[in-house]
């Protein structure tokens, strides 16, 4: 899966342009220079940022002069590593320029912007203008056998050398090709292992299945039978393997390092032919790359992940993916939308319910059927959310096997208390305790008894779930057993909408708390007896829990 494009802009004038841009790749991000414009996420210097884009091979749409972008990646043309999509457009959209990355489908790009705003693409591709498509670009499910040769072909062709197509290769029927029965240039499009000649250009689709009954020394033996049949190992389009081994790590980590899809097959799934037997591993000849990417079915995936407090910024890069690549997501409506943007064809199961166990074996149903699920909670999932409701609903011994098969992965976030300490600076710096007030899941003897407990041991407290229309008399209860070991100057901070657009931080003392300036979108944190407060430079106030404890 190529990385979602960056649209970089520099200013207020080319926000328009980036979110028509952005409306054609909704899971871009676009970036503003911070104190100009307001954006998705800001950033202080375009130079640095666009370089750690191109850097991590991220497709760069600027909204700007082409030769600010020249300028700024310049340094980084010479050692021909990553080359990801370059593109400079016109803040007003009147100009879509494709700059770098020929390989890596700029020109493609370039076309799509175009066409969405309804401009022409500036291509300046020799062998794409002249024969509407790229040749070294062949589409998904096709590899090219060698890019150099594959440049000599292409300069040949503009030379005026003509072409025959042997075999199968449907997305160029609408080329302008120099097509000729009596050409002096083929292209082969084969799944045959063969060394080109300088008159050929050689294309594999990736039709060949490796079925494999176990993952001992596979790598070796994939290359082994691939050579034996004289077969193009490119031609690889996925490994297939009984569902028996879907939990097994060493296959995954096989087509992990050959860079296939591993599927899964069941008794009845209906084989393609067999091209090549070769002790307990077959070849199978599918009948195009898109029927073979449809044999069995993916090891599902379950990832349970903390959106962090709210902003796009404290979302861990694990997250966005594990939410980019997902097929279903599942969580309260709030926070589904939290975790836009989403495309449409993700799947929202929104619930507003509490039956989070209910949840959990919804997202294990779908996933168990070889789909990509995940299931949100707002800051970290294992805090006060949902991955516990999820291993719950796994070790249940009415769990079915194919539940335990699913690749499940918990994926951490920023909690509320994290975020809020931050904000007020170290309140949880010395030794601190997480508390949920709420006694939906718990009696509250024993919400009491820990309060008393963490009072006595002198732990600074954050309090989740402090207050609720449904438990409106917990909080102050809980207020009266801190009371009883801390002085009334004992530092409190409350974060409201930490990371929110509504965010509020207040710091007050325990003696001035009362419970009605607490709702259940508060964070409570109580310091403990050494935490401390001063004055920020501009009036409002730092709080923090020194490192060190006085000794008896
Ligand atoms: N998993 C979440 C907590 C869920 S419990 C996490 O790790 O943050 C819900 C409680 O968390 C709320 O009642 C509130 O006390 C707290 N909370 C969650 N998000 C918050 C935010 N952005 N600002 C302040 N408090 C928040």
């Known amino acids: 899966m190529t990385a979602s494009p960056a649209i970089v802009i520099l200013g207020p004038s080319a926000l328009a342009t980036g ?3 952005q409306a054609l790749y909704p899971q871009a991000v676009i970036h503003g220079l911070s104190g100009r414009v307001e954006a998705d996420q800001a950033y202080d210097d375009f130079g640095d940022t666009l370089r750690s884009l191109y850097r991590s091979d991220t497709p760069i749409i600027a909204l700007c002069a082409a030769g600010i972008v020249i300028r700024s990646l310049a340094p980084l043309l010479a050692n021909k590593g990553a080359e990801p999509p370059v593109l400079a457009v016109a803040e007003d959209g009147s100009a879509v320029v494709p700059l770098l990355g020929g390989l890596g489908g700029v020109n493609r790009m370039a076309r799509e912007i175009a066409a969405e705003l309804q401009v022409s693409a500036a291509i300046t591709t020799s062998g794409e203008l002249r024969f509407g498509t790229c040749l070294l670009d062949p589409p998904n499910g096709y590899v090219l056998a060698d890019i150099e040769q594959g440049k000599h072909f292409v300069s040949d062709l503009l030379g005026g050398e003509s072409l025959r197509v042997d075999g199968d290769a449907p997305w160029l029927e609408q080329g302008k090709l120099p097509m000729a029965e009596d050409a002096g240039r083929t292209l082969h499009i084969t799944t045959a292992q063969r060394t080109t000649r300088p008159d050929e250009l050689l294309i594999h689709p990736r039709t060949l299945l490796a ?4 993952a001992d020394n596979l790598a070796a033996r994939i290359g082994q039978t691939f050579e034996q049949a004289g077969l193009a190992q490119k031609s690889l389009a996925a490994l297939l393997a009984p569902q028996t081994l879907m939990s097994d790590k060493q296959l995954a980590q096989v087509a992990a390092d050959l860079a296939v899809p591993l599927r899964f097959i069941g008794a009845d ?3 393609p032919p067999q091209v090549k037997h070769s ?3 077959q070849l199978l000849q599918a009948a195009s790359p898109d029927a073979a990417q449809t044999i069995g079915r993916p090891r599902g995936r379950l990832s349970v992940i903390g959106l962090g407090p709210g902003a796009a910024e404290h979302m861990t890069p694990a997250v966005r993916r594990a939410l980019d690549e997902a097929q279903d997501l ?10 836009e943007p989403l495309r449409d064809d993700q799947v929202r199961h929104c619930s507003d319910n509490r039956e989070e166990l209910q ?3 919804h997202a294990f149903e779908l996933a168990a059927s070889g789909r990509r699920v995940v299931v949100i909670s707002s800051g970290d999932p294992g805090v006060f959310a949902m991955a516990a409701a999820v291993l719950e609903a796994l070790e249940e011994t009415a769990a079915p096997a194919e539940w335990h098969a699913v690749k499940l992965q918990v994926l951490p976030g920023v909690s509320a208390a994290l975020a809020t300490a931050a904000k007020a600076g170290a309140p949880l710096g010395h030794d601190f305790c997480l508390i949920s007030l709420s006694d ?16 006595a041991a002198d732990l600074a407290m954050a309090f989740y779930n402090p207050i609720s229309k449904a438990r409106p008399w917990q909080l102050g209860r809980a ?6 070991h801390r002085t009334p100057d004992t530092v409190v901070v409350l974060g409201r909408d930490i990371g929110r657009p509504a965010e509020a931080l207040r710091v007050l003392s325990l003696g001035e708390l009362t419970p009605e300036m607490v709702d259940m979108r508060t964070l409570v944190i109580i310091g403990s007896s050494q935490t401390r407060r001063f004055p920020r430079g501009d009036g409002d106030e730092w709080v923090y829990t020194p490192r060190s404890y006085p000794q008896p």
Do not use: C, F, Q, S
């Open 211 to 214: 079925l494999v009954e176990d």
């Open 359 to 361: 949840r959990a074996r």
């Open 440 to 455: 939906n899941l718990k009696p509250w003897a024993v919400i009491e008894n820990r309060l008393d407990h963490a009072g």
């Open 269 to 271: 799934d209906a084989l």
């Open 479 to 484: 207020l009266d057993i801190v009371r009883t």
């Open 330 to 339: 599942l969580g309260y409506e709030t926070y589904v939308r939290m975790a």
């Open 279 to 281: 002790g307990n591993l």
């Open 19 to 21: 979110r028509l841009i």
